[in-house]
């Protein structure tokens, strides 16, 4: 029962308290002139990664959950420290942007929770391959993401660079814990969902 609250705390907190970065974010704060299309689709951009980064806390949190073993757990829990960065970087670059939060993250908090929490009942190495494939499909995201991203708006270009960075080292540090090679189903299934979370996202 007591972990029960805990996870409903946890999940309130995510979807209504401002997070707060323990790095200072990417980029300079300075207010940039961006042309109003530019911030537009910035906005839209960076709501699509904050929604990205609500998921990737309940993932963590899901599969911290069920995990097994100590150094597992705690490998999961210094990246799940580091998507709170990312979680606040977004956040704090949406309202630079005047853009605002999916109206869907409650919907994705509890649809990624329930993934992870599957993931690490899966076993270790199960979890671990999850956290490498997830985080090879957020680099692409990314990737794609700074190409559209206007040259103009160099902040979100460098806090999307510096996730980017931290994510790949997510995921290698999964694989080296033991992380296997998730079957082609399960890829496949993966990316169907996050194209739906990126598609929501963006419009609602
Ligand atoms: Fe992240
Ligand atoms: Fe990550």
Known sequence: ????????????????????????????????????????????????????EVAAQALYQGQALTARNQTVKAALQQSAAEET??????????????????????????????IGALAGALGDRASLGFVTET????????????????????????????????EIRHGENAAALGGMALPLPASLAMRAVSKLMTNGSYWI
């Not at 300079?28 to 689709?41: F, G, I, K």
């Not at 960065?85 to 990624?112: F, I, K, M």
């Not at 692409?140 to 460098?158: C, F, M, T, Y």
């Open 1 to 52: 029962m007591d972990r029960i609250i805990g996870e409903i705390d946890k999940a309130i907190k995510v979807l209504t308290v401002p997070a707060q970065s323990a790095r200072a974010p990417a980029g300079s704060p300075d207010p940039e002139t961006l042309p109003d299309a530019d911030r537009r689709t910035s906005a839209r951009l960076m709501r699509v990664n904050h929604a990205g």
């Open 85 to 114: 960065d990312h979680l606040a970087w977004c956040e704090q670059r949406l309202r630079e942007l005047q853009g605002r939060t999916s109206l869907l993250n409650p919907l994705w908090y509890v649809g990624s929770f329930a």
């Open 135 to 166: 985080e090879a499909q957020v680099e692409s995201h990314l990737r794609g993401h700074l190409d559209r991203l206007s040259p103009r708006d160099s902040r979100s270009r460098a806090i999307l660079e510096q996730m980017q960075h931290d």
